[in-house]
């Protein structure tokens, strides 16, 4: 596949998407009775396999968040509108009566006459269905669905601004946090965001929210140090409490500005036309519910019962605290068994991945829900979800809630009242052109402010010793495109049993990725001589391998097994000089593992160059038949080779010679086939490469040639590349110097003498 771009376009709208609008795939028969007797159940249906938010028992919308499939309320008959007016129709916060305004507790309304509280009962009903069911308004003519705990955001928490001002990109983050909330199999979110997104406030008023409502429940703060939750909880969630109106507001046990502990001993009621009337002073129970924070270390909260846990900065945690662990430790404290009984709100941007980020960025991957394991769950038990800086950008919001991407043909009133006369885009492009000499400035430009999720996990650039520039350029460019359409993950199995015909499938579960697939007739191309088995596919391309002998490990923090194929220069069908294969996994034994490698030498037909001080694998094959798809190491003769090395093949990790010529392999492929060629000279100028696999780029950004154990993904890759150009590690012949002894004899006289 060719990948073409112009220098100055390697980011394209297609990302400009945080949701769809698809088909749910239930029928419509179904979907009508069950809305007329409103009876769909909130929470996660396992039968149609979508996640119920709506709490009416109704079905509308059904979008598609980050893989998440969330149905959303129906429409109602009537939706409430600012005005008739398309151009006048935007979220408006309707101003709490200034009569009820002066009402501190649910004792006082108690005493109120009859007459006020007749007057106010509805508006004091409708907030609480607006709390439980979520709110529906008109917006530049969209009826737009708000969720009950976007709604208390919006409407009655107060920042320090005043209150919040409605974001698309808020409301598509709270849509999804419900569906955390509904899905029992989640244990909540995992959330990538731009730096001042709002998530601190949002995730405070959740607190907020949850605590005011939940009987015998305790709710927590972590944050990056404890001084930071702790100014998270005095300067946010105290005064949002304080600023609830009386009928959401529970009796506060203690000061009105607590620093430890928020507790609610006694609850606000809810007010209804039957009960308005009742004094319900003596007969309350107890909310016994509490808010508190607590310092930053692998075992907060350890042995406690969660029932919300706001997560804030945790890509921020620096050694020696591990995000990590904690979240290992965290975790138990949201559930009963098997049972999930809390949910964790998380969120943060990143730091350098050597200052913490890493740990974040690999929980962040852990949460991925098209990756789930046979409970359902995914490998952190979270959703991650990122929203672009693009969509939630102050400054570039319009009054309607909607980001400015591109500069407007005329000037756009601004969410905060302000004209916006150029696109989020735009500034973001400007921004980095400023700082494309400055190469640490710009990536933490990139992770405060990303475009993309390798954007948000971008590195320091001083480390490196391979070139970032194209690196980050090939790696912007793969963001911009849609994977899907050039990346395939699955996995290969045995048509017949083993050492039969091999054959690939899709599978989202697979460990396998796919950027080529040969056609049929070099599929399992595999030549038998003499009773072996040699690769039919070798002047297409080669195997590079990082393999591992042991199955499991104490701690589960083993290294990976890892697998790359690269085409060569050829004339047969397919790519040339292309990385068309990445597996970097270890499945539960190293017999998978070995099976998976074999597999895929088989289908390709192509030869396998792996370092053999882990032998397993090497053995694995040669046991199996296939020991003349392993290579031998280019750089000696074979008369040359150990006896261990003539038997399996493979090349040793421990020469400082093959160290040099492995980085060095890599290095020149990246300058020749990855990134932007600026001058024109392997491709025509100011095209891409295609190199279409990120986490085997992000791999050589951070490659360390003195400390290779770490980096699985560059050692596989680079002995493809060697593999490939073993011509040029043939060693040299010596030509050896022939002592001729020609004979010499005596002249003198009438015959010739022999010299003895």
């Known amino acids: ?64 968040i980050n893989g998440l499939i969330i149905g959303l309320p129906k429409q109602p008959k009537e939706v409430y509108s600012r005005s008739k007016k398309k151009d006048e129709q935007y979220w408006e916060r309707k101003e709490y009566p200034r009569q009820l305004s002066r009402i501190k507790s649910i004792f006082q309304w108690n005493e109120m006459l009859s007459d006020f509280k007749s007057m106010w009962v509805d508006y004091i009903e409708q907030e609480f269905d607006n709390r439980e069911n979520g709110f529906w308004y008109m917006n530049h003519g969209e009826p737009t669905y708000l969720t009950g705990s976007h709604y208390m955001y919006l409407q009655w928490t107060k920042i320090d601004v005043g209150y919040p001002e409605f974001r698309e990109a808020n409301r598509i983050f709270y849509i999804f946090w419900e569906a955390c909330k509904a899905d029992k199999r989640s244990f909540g979110m995992c959330y990538l965001k731009i730096r001042r997104s709002g998530f601190s406030f949002m995730g405070a008023s959740e607190s907020v929210n949850v605590g005011t409502l939940a009987k015998d429940s305790r709710l927590g703060v972590l944050s990056k140090t404890g001084s930071d939750a702790k100014k998270l909880f005095v300067d946010k969630i ?109 969120g943060s941007t990143c730091n350098a991945l050597n200052k913490g980020g890493d740990n974040f960025k690999k929980l962040y991957t852990d949460s991925d829900p098209a990756t789930r394991n046979p409970n359902g769950q995914t490998k952190s038990g979270l959703y991650s979800l990122f929203i672009p800086m693009e969509w939630n950008f102050e400054g570039y919001i319009n009054k309607f809630g909607w980001p400015v991407f591109d500069d407007p043909a005329v000037d756009l009133e601004g969410v905060d009242g302000e004209m916006i006369s150029t696109g989020a885009i735009t500034y973001w492009d400007n921004e980095v052109k400023s700082l494309k000499s400055d190469g640490n400035a ?119 097994g890892a697998l790359h194929g690269l085409t060569k220069f050829h004339m047969d069908e397919g790519p040339s000089n292309e990385f068309f294969l990445e597996y970097i996994a270890r499945p539960q034994t190293a017999e998978m593992f070995f099976e998976d490698v074999l597999m895929a030498c088989v289908f390709y037909g192509m030869p396998i160059l792996a370092e053999n001080n882990k032998a397993r694998l090497l053995y694995h094959f040669k046991n199996r038949g296939y020991r003349s798809f392993s290579m031998n190491r280019p750089d000696k003769a074979s008369n040359k080779l150990s006896k261990t090395e003539r038997e399996i093949g493979g090349i040793p990790n421990s020469s400082e010679d093959i160290k040099q010529a492995h980085a060095s392999a890599i290095e020149s492929y990246i300058e020749k086939y990855v990134g932007i060629d600026m001058t024109g000279e392997y491709r025509e100028a100011g095209d891409i490469g295609s190199m279409p696999f990120n986490k085997t780029l992000e791999d050589w950004a951070k490659f360390d040639v003195n400390n290779r154990t770490k980096y699985d993904a560059s050692i596989s890759s680079g002995l493809a590349i060697m593999a490939n150009q073993k011509h040029l590690y043939k060693p040299e012949v010596r030509q050896s110097k022939i002592k001729i002894n020609f004979a010499r004899y005596n002249n003198k006289g009438n015959t010739s003498q022999l010299l003895r």
């Open 442 to 560: 710009l990536n933490e430009f990139y992770r405060q402010f990303p475009r993309t999720e390798s954007h948000a996990f971008r590195d320091e650039s001083k480390s490196s010793i391979f070139n970032l520039t194209k690196l980050y350029q090939q790696i912007d460019y793969n963001d911009s495109v849609i994977k899907e359409h050039y990346i395939t993950r699955g996995k290969f199995y045995w048509k017949d049993g083993p050492d039969s015909k091999v054959v690939w499938t899709p599978d989202n579960n697979g460990r396998f990725l796919l950027s080529w697939i040969p056609p049929a007739h070099l599929q399992n191309n595999v030549i038998i001589r003499n009773g072996r088995r040699y690769p039919g596919n070798e002047h297409i391309g080669s195997f590079g391998c990082d393999p591992y002998d042991i199955s499991g490990t104490v701690g589960g923090g083993a290294s990976n």
């Open 238 to 346: 105290v005064p949002i409490a304080n600023n609830y109106p009386f009928f959401f507001k529970p009796i506060q046990d203690g000061m009105d500005k607590p620093k430890t502990e928020l507790a609610f001993r006694v609850p606000a009621s809810k007010i209804t036309k039957k009960n308005m009337h009742e004094v319900m002073d003596d007969d309350m129970d107890g909310l016994d519910t509490t808010i508190d924070w607590k310092n930053t270390a692998d075992n907060s909260y350890d042995g406690e019962k969660l029932k919300l846990l706001v997560h804030d900065e945790s890509g921020k945690w620096e050694k020696p605290e591990n995000i990590l662990n904690n979240w290992r430790v965290t975790k138990t404290c949201l559930r009963l068994g098997s049972r999930v009984v809390g949910k964790c709100m998380m």
């Open 1 to 64: 596949m060719k990948l073409k771009v112009q220098l100055e376009v390697l980011l394209n709208e297609d990302q400009n998407s945080l949701y769809r609008v698809v088909d749910s795939g239930i029928p419509k028969q179904v979907i009508r009775q069950k809305n007329k007797g409103k009876s769909w159940k909130y929470g996660y249906d396992e039968k149609y396999d979508i996640i119920i938010i709506s709490k009416d028992g109704t079905l509308g919308q059904v979008y598609n």
